[in-house]
């Protein structure tokens, strides 16, 4: 048992930070921008709550954070009132936010300073991988920090691994971003084809699931893909952060990555017509 701060209850931090209490059996505190949130968290978990980044890290082991760019994450991180400036030396900051390779190594820096870890480690999963407790986690960092916080992190994640050095958990999880964009338009051409071509849609992904069409998304997407319903899962809104990152880091790495930047073009077209809120399947609905 340690004791953990997580910074940042959205959708993913709130039921990973109750994992940390219940499962881990952690003595956790809790920050967010809404105070309200962090009370709410509290009441139904037990633990403390922290006015500030800084008041929630000191004297903690681990201090986790989930938030939404790399703009939240230097907000919660740096400055008086910054995690940063309360974390003991030889704790350990573990990073899930989906954010850029370059603020992870900058963040690393940071910490190296202070004389505590940095793990940069983005999930897979989703909010309903959040609550179930079963997500994938991507890890960048000293193998030491890693091997100290991969235990209380296995009370949220049904895998976890190092990739490398600060920076490569956030790597990792754009080549994640960009496998499932090329994988959700396929599906949502697939699906549009089969209708148009006078087949039973259902009926297709019966069969072709069986065989090497396979995939998560196919398995978890098409049924409500097929009755229209977007109102769950990943927002378009947040795909096109991730896959920004992801054509951002192309741009310095050289990587070619066409059909990721025309899939994002086509969320543009998802968002333009209101739908930036709508689970990441909604890219049929262009079809």
Not at 157 to 175: D, E, H, I, S, Y
Request: hydrophobic fraction near 45%; include cysteine.
């Amino acid at each position: 048992m340690s004791k953990v701060a997580f910074l940042g209850l959205g959708v993913m931090g709130f039921p990973i930070a109750g994992h940390l209490k219940v499962r881990g059996g952690h003595e956790v505190v809790v920050y967010n921008r809404t105070a309200a949130t962090a009370a709410k968290w509290v009441a139904k978990f037990g633990g403390a709550s922290a006015p500030t980044p800084r008041a929630a890290a000191a004297g903690c082991d681990i201090v986790f954070a989930c938030v939404g760019n790399d703009s939240d994450l230097r907000a919660v991180t740096l400055g008086e009132d910054g995690a940063f400036a309360g974390m003991l030396p030889g704790a350990v900051f573990v990073d899930h936010t989906t954010a850029s390779a370059n603020v992870a190594r900058e963040l690393n820096r940071q910490a190296r300073q202070g004389r505590f870890g940095f793990i940069d480690a983005p999930v897979s999963g989703g909010q309903a991988g959040a609550e179930s407790g079963q997500l994938t986690v991507m890890c960048g960092g000293d193998s030491e920090d890693y091997v100290r916080v991969e235990p209380a992190i296995s009370a949220y994640a049904r895998f976890c691994c190092l990739m490398g050095p600060p920076g490569a958990g956030q790597l990792t999880k754009m080549v994640n971003q960009i496998c499932i964009a090329g994988l959700v338009q396929a599906l949502s051409e697939g699906l549009r084809f089969a209708k148009a071509a006078g087949l039973d849609q259902q009926l297709v992904v019966d069969v072709i699931s069986k065989g090497a069409a396979q995939s998560w998304q196919m398995d978890n997407r098409h049924k409500t893909m097929i009755a229209g319903e977007f109102n769950f899962g990943f927002a378009v809104e947040w795909m096109r952060k991730d896959l920004a990152i992801c054509l951002d880091e192309a741009r310095r790495n050289g990587a070619s990555l066409p059909v990721t930047a025309l899939v994002d073009q086509f969320y543009g077209e998802v968002q333009a017509k209101g739908g930036g809120r709508w689970d990441t399947s909604s890219l049929i609905t262009r079809l």
